[in-house]
């Protein structure tokens, strides 16, 4: 996890600070960088706690498509709840633009079957990528994605992938979403029959 330690002294010695719309304020660098080696080990934390379970099921939650806190909380997760409405619904979330992303002319498109199925069609292709943010819709989504998009590349035999984030908080966010989307590899990569990357 060195990458990681690395990143967080980079933007505590070295980052800008800017305003934010909660008012606390951030010191921020734009278009940081960490790689991580799956087949060196899981890249988990360990300098903070990083609630597995959570990371576990919010993926799973992600994958069936789910946009209503229910799942979650029938499982012990709560990090959802505080932007859930009433009825536990987030709107189109995540879980709803990976599996059913609307198109302008009615149809529906499960990124993550498409995604899974290209790898397995055509491992050099350039656009593997599921994409969360979605410009007509953000305004029935409880919260925009931060994690907006990510990537797979093949090569060798492996599958890496790459994510891109417009907002990351450092210290609470991004272990979660490390260790998540290196899961995901995991997943994908069994499913496709390939090894981990990066």
């Not at 960490?34 to 360990?46: I, K, M, N, W």
């Not at 209503?68 to 987030?90: C, F, Y």
Request: charged fraction near 25%; proline fraction near 4%; glycine fraction near 8%.
């Amino acid at each position: 996890m060195r990458p990681y330690l690395d990143l967080l002294r980079r933007v505590m010695e070295h980052g800008r600070f800017k305003t934010d719309r909660t008012g606390t304020g951030t010191y921020s660098e734009f278009g940081a960088q960490v790689r991580f080696r799956l087949g060196d080990g899981f890249p988990l934390v360990t300098t903070k706690k990083v609630h597995v379970k959570s990371l576990v099921y919010e993926l799973l939650w992600f994958l069936r498509g789910e946009t209503n806190v229910r799942w979650l909380q029938e499982r012990g997760v709560t990090i959802w709840n505080e932007w859930a409405k009433a009825d536990g619904s987030l709107g189109r979330v995540y879980g709803a633009q990976w599996t059913d992303w609307r198109t302008s002319d009615g149809r529906s498109i499960d990124q993550i079957r498409w995604v899974v199925d290209e790898i397995r069609r055509n491992p050099d292709s350039r656009r593997l990528i599921v994409s969360a943010w979605n410009p007509g819709e953000l305004d029935q989504m409880a919260l925009p994605p931060c994690h907006t998009l990510f990537q797979f590349y093949v090569s060798n035999g492996e599958l890496s992938c790459q994510l891109y984030q417009r907002s990351a908080d450092i210290f609470l966010g991004v272990p979660f979403n490390v260790a998540s989307y290196a899961l995901l590899t995991l997943m994908v990569a069994q499913v496709t029959g390939l090894k981990p990357g990066d």
